[in-house]
């Protein structure tokens, strides 16, 4: 089969998975940091092994570091416009409109969930298990963000299909920024590249720092730390193959 194929069947996993779930049984808070953890690690090392390199060896180290800082400042942008409500915050609040919060989470993954697309789509110009690596770490950090779309979404419709389905629409941008960044790869130059696989490490950096790492650790314990160490240890293991 195609790898490209692979990519996008696993770039969607993790929304439709996590939607799933949260229309089902909620898994225990022990294991989602786990998991998040596990993406951290393949996330930071994906881009201090692979990408960071690849940029440096594309365009220069002064490009490389201007397109790490162009990536955060764009995840920090959207931020801003339009917060991002991370999954540790998806408990009902006492006083808040579940119905009008779902839907504003909703509407910020599926915004955030574009960039990412975006750097999934790296591979084609880096080499494709780069992709499939990026398309595994954003998929198991959407599972917990597809569950806490879904659950809250269902409780206030009492519709498993609908709190699904709209749910589950989040793998949409995903799919658009990977198809996109494919075309866009292929018509621009080598050094503009370098700037852009620079960017998608400070877009994977900054989603590790400010949303991951925090919410893994948030009332877990120490031992979270080995599902990081594991992730990196997967990447340098990739790196052998």
């Known amino acids: 089969m195609d790898p490209i194929v692979f990519i996008v069947i696993i770039s969607v996993l993790g929304p439709v998975l996590g939607s799933a779930v949260g229309v089902a049984r909620q898994p225990t808070f022990g294991y989602i940091c786990n998991m998040l953890c596990f993406a951290a690690g393949v996330m930071l090392g994906i881009s201090f092994l692979e990408l960071i390199p690849e940029g440096i060896e594309l365009s220069s180290i002064p490009l490389c570091v201007t397109g790490l800082g162009l990536g955060a400042l764009v ?14 915050l998806c408990a009902q609040e006492q006083g808040c409109n579940l119905e009008r919060t779902s839907v504003y989470l909703i509407l ?40 806490c779309t879904s659950a809250p ?27 996109s960044a494919r075309y866009l ?20 950096i900054y989603i590790t720092t400010d949303e991951i790492i925090p919410t893994s650790c948030a009332g877990s314990n120490h031992l979270t730390i080995f599902s990081l160490l594991a992730g990196i240890v997967f990447v340098i293991l990739l790196g052998m193959v």
């Open 185 to 204: 790869f292929g018509a621009i130059p080598p050094e503009v590249v370098g700037v852009i696989v620079s960017a998608t490490a400070g877009v994977m």
């Open 108 to 147: 910020g993954i599926f915004l955030h969930n574009f960039p990412e697309g975006m750097a999934i789509a790296v591979g084609s110009v880096t080499d494709i298990r780069v992709s499939l690596v990026i398309a595994l770490a954003i998929a198991i950090h959407g599972i917990p963000e597809g569950i």
């Open 153 to 179: 979404y269902f409780h206030t419709t009492g519709s498993r299909l609908k709190a699904f389905l709209v749910s589950s629409s989040t793998a949409l941008p995903i799919l658009a920024g990977y198809a």
């Open 75 to 88: 995840m920090y942008g959207l931020d801003r416009l339009i917060p991002h409500i991370h999954p540790r």
